[in-house]
């Protein structure tokens, strides 16, 4: 046995949620699915694992390693846990094109694999929330959707002082490596996967690995100094100087940040043109959202995806989204001290049933903790054997119950029954008939 | 393109959770989350996939076919998709036991999967609603959870007359078995597995099976009868009938019986000695929980199982618990029209925003969405490029929201910028200040 021991532990990488655990994962799920319906997205999700093809279809083989792929033992069907919603959303939605509103507003929010090393902030399994505008090609989604993504970071309790969201436009990137003669697709994609790194490398490091994919030392320094002189002055200014006489170059990021702003966003945002975002598929505007510091991953990120729903079967679907996880923002959360209520806050008890013991209160004391649950109620009570009513209201308390109903002396007296309802926050003591005692409390829980 | 279409389907015996779907989902979910806390128990939740070795251990290696296992690429560690929760359970159960309350009370919902051939009320994935007392030995534990499945069935809007929960104890069984000369382990597991798929069986099915596994044809006469005449009686006839002086075999069972009883239970209950659950791990109380018509498998099953918890390297610790998922249930709630209010109620928008189309509405209705959002209120707003207002009151009305507000020629007299509010249920119009607005609809929500 003592061998298999290790065995026993979670998987590497994964999780186990014991109920202070949970409680913060629920409440940040919590939090995206109240801002997700308040800025009329409707739920929806997909199995948590799918054929493999949905995966390399979109972004070519070299993904599988990134992947838990599996067969059924004696199948002959390849799948793999989802890495990512953005295959699974495009599917869906190619499948009932036809049916669907324009623009089709979606969110999801569930469990992610990636089967890589597990390092700070990035976990094998994590749980991602999705939020996606489909079938409307307008700026005005773009700003929706990082709309939305501030919202969530507010009602976490974050702010632009911890938080800065990084804006690019995948167009402006394309534009300056044409410049450079780079317009091989394979050559720019391995660039776009390169500028991806570029903030955890040194400028040394960017430079060699810059020289390996075939950059000149003299487009290194232009792409540094680009990057630098935009993410260092406002975009009204930067913009139009890094590209004189060629606005068309930026239209749509410059549209996109006068909006931000008009929307009192300012303070989130900043156009960053090193922001292009790893994965293959994004067409536009790209964005991070980063805590300020710089010393964690990225909290969420996403963009414009114009050419998906197509590649999966649909019609010519513009597109934009993004993902945020759960594994950074939690630390980004507990470093500032903003998880401790949900911690703490279980759920409140209704009642706290106590017998104290006599013949009549050992007879009622259970079916009456079960009606009270029947009825919709949160009753709990003591596993002890104690009958000692002083004990059990200090339980009582520990649990924060907001009501003691003690089972006592009045039952002597015969029907109709009578116990005794104690407030547990103002000390307060009542006599109440048993018949009237749901009632009551379900009243007192709307106060 | 076309020769690949076949992929871009949910794998066999998994489902795509649309708007609709997923509103009944949650609608599952809640009442199942709620009628959790209710009783007192706390959430917990482990990975989605773990060592292969934690259900080998429970099951033996038989079990592996029914699972998805799987390895990440290049390493040497099995994993499985978890088909049920109760390993994980008890792996954390066991992690953390010497700092846990006495008793534990755990649930938590969650995907599982099964890798078996899929058919009406059985896919490859599901969800699933586990509830679980772990540190308590007494029957009062098996009558808290059974208590709890009877609360979310009733929340649901079922009835004893649409359900019936069948209940035995193992021990029982293993006593008839026993008496039969039934003594070895493996042969005994046997019958249980024979048993578990009596009710899907002929009689002359049954029979046949049973004589391949060695039983005499006077025992499954014999097996039959009795199994058939304490169904067909109240339990405190039909036990002492079936085992006159040896009260010993059936005292839980009967004690269990009695307890349901006093908690207004018997409706719901019913002794039925075929229950034996099909898993090895159960050590007493088993029960199923069925829709009258027997015509869809088990809705939930479960159990004590109180060796799990030690074989998982903890200290010995009795437990019971049950698993209910979300396919069967389903099939029943939509057979008897109990979902159609969950499909239909989508969250009701606390306001939609009218643009009437002059300047300064233009200027000011997309920050004013953006502000009613990012104050928690839920707002929508029309992607038509017409300014009819009564077009637009009329997606108002669609979109089932509370209040339309109205950007229209108030704006022209300057700040305070004023707006129409219209009550959408009463018609009513209000000429409101825009300061106050988000307060205003605030108020309204709660009444």
Same mark, same amino acid.
């Given at each position: ?56 279809? $979109? ?165 540094? $100094? ?28 410059? &549209?996109?940040?006068? &909006? ?35 010393? &964690? ?42 998880? $401790? ?21 050992? $007879? ?45 002396? &009045? ?37």
């Amino acid at each position: 046995m003592a061998a298999r021991t290790h065995t026993f532990q979670p998987p590497k990488g994964t999780r186990d949620f014991y109920p202070q655990d949970l409680a913060v994962r629920r409440y940040i799920e919590s939090v995206w699915r109240e801002v997700s319906i308040n800025h009329g997205f409707e739920e929806i999700d997909g199995p948590t694992f799918e054929h493999l093809d949905l995966y390399t279809a $979109k972004s070519g083989p070299g993904i599988v390693s990134e992947l838990f792929s599996f067969r059924r033992a004696g199948g002959d069907v390849d799948y793999a846990l989802r890495p990512e919603f953005t295959p699974t959303l495009a599917r869906m939605y190619a499948a009932q094109a036809g049916a669907l509103p324009k623009p089709t507003k979606w969110f999801s929010i569930g469990p992610f694999f990636r089967a890589e090393r597990p390092q700070r902030g990035r976990l094998r399994e994590h749980i991602q929330w999705n939020l996606d505008i489909i079938g409307d090609e307008s700026v005005a989604a773009d700003v929706e959707i990082i709309s939305a993504a501030v919202s969530a970071l507010q009602a976490l309790g974050l702010s632009p002082k911890n938080i800065q969201i990084q804006i690019s436009d995948r167009r402006v990137m394309e534009t300056i490596l044409l410049d450079e003669g780079i317009s091989d697709p394979t050559h720019q994609e391995e660039v776009y996967i390169l500028l991806d790194r570029r903030s955890k490398l040194s400028r040394e490091e960017f430079a060699w690995e810059a020289g390996k994919i075939g950059l000149s030392k003299e487009f290194i320094t232009h792409l540094d $100094k680009t990057i630098d002189f935009v993410q260092g002055h406002h975009y009204s200014v930067a913009l139009q100087q890094m590209f004189p006489g060629d606005a068309e170059v930026h239209h749509v990021l410059f &549209e996109l940040m006068v &909006e931000l702003e008009s929307l009192d966003l300012s303070q989130w945002v900043q156009v960053d043109l090193g922001v292009v975002r790893g994965l293959a598929y994004y067409t536009g505007t790209v964005f991070e959202i980063h805590e300020t510091s710089g010393e &964690e991953r990225a909290i969420a990120g996403g963009g414009r995806y114009d050419n998906l729903v197509e590649l999966f079967g649909g019609p010519p679907t513009p597109a934009c989204g993004f993902a945020m996880g759960d594994v950074v923002l939690r630390l980004v959360l507990e470093d500032r001290g903003l998880l $401790k209520a949900a911690q703490e806050c279980a759920p409140r008890p209704d009642a706290f049933v106590i017998s104290a013991g006599k013949d009549e209160a050992e $007879k009622q004391f259970r079916p009456l903790v079960a009606k009270l649950r029947r009825e919709g109620l949160h009753a709990r009570h003591s596993y002890r054997s104690t009958r000692n009513v002083g004990k059990l209201l200090g339980e009582a308390a520990k649990a924060r119950a907001r009501f003691a109903v003690i089972l006592g002396d &009045e039952l002597k007296d015969g029907p109709p029954w009578r116990v005794v309802v104690k407030d547990l926050d103002s000390g307060k003591q009542e006599n109440v008939k048993l018949d009237d005692l749901a009632t009551m409390l379900r009243e007192r829980q709307k106060q």
